[in-house]
């Protein structure tokens, strides 16, 4: 048992504050607590952040319910939400949203205080987390608002992973990282994911990530899901163009080599290593060709 949404719908108030926008409509969704590794894509505006907010009881259903482990989460009021906090972190797509003690340490340690542990267990917690996500020691007392918008990134994830929660969920965790911060905290949440058992959730825009970690993919389009089902079945899916979704650049990279160089090679490779080795033997068996005269 992990998070069910039955028929779930989200609304917020418009401006005009008398009409409702649906930023989210009639979710059906059934997430387990173990071996997942879920990606939730879909273009800007398409409901990804307002579905996520729900999986921890940030945002509650405006009709519909949630179950979230024992606990069902209904419309209006909800109370003593501690314990869902504590089995489901959530990562803000916007980590200034997070942060907010005077140093990145305290801030770190808040969670573990706040869910009961003594201040030097929180400490300890605090640190394993922090070394994790390879946050610099220097700046464990610096403000968290004086950091880059990477190392509050980092932070904000320290802050979840010294909860130690059942479920991670992370709003777009590599954006605003350079390219090796961003593949290290990706190979983090994978090894966590594997050497745990535990279900991860990441909403991303970069279908490279999708294709080289997902399991499975969620895929959001004004408000609805329009496809939940392996990354594989996803990129070869008839109704691919009106995902807004890009390729992998293995896929593309492939596509070129296959129209280009006129190689007969398989196009559904979901990253470089697979690529390189149909190229090899691609060439082998025309080498061989060649050979054999
Ligand atoms: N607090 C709010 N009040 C009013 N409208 C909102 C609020 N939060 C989100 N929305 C609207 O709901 C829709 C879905 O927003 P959401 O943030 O879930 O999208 P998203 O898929 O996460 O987009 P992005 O990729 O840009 O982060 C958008 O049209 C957004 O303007
Ligand atoms: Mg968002």
Known sequence: MGIKFSEVTHTFKNPDGKTRFIAMENINLDINDDS?????????????????QH??????PTSGKLDIFDRVIKPKRNRKLNEIRKQVGLVFQFPEYQLFDETVLKDVMFGPINFGLKKEEAKEKAIKALQMVGFEESLYDQSPFRLSGGQMKKASIAGILALEPKIIVLDEPTRGLDPQSSAEV????DKIHKEYNKTIIVITHDMDIVSKYAKRVVVLNEGKIVYDGSKEALFTNKDF????LDYPSSMKLAKK??????LDI???VFT??????EFISSFIFFASFILEG
């Open 272 to 277: 470089l290593e697979e690529l390189m080795d």
């Open 241 to 244: 163009d009106s995902f807004h």
């Open 186 to 189: 990706m190979e983090l949440f």
């Open 266 to 268: 398989n196009t559904n």
């Open 55 to 60: 999986m921890n009881a940030l945002l509650f």
């Open 257 to 262: 080599i296959k129209d280009e160089m006129n």
């Open 36 to 52: 997942e590794f879920l990606m939730v894509c879909g273009h800007t505006g398409s409901g990804k952040s307002t579905l996520i």
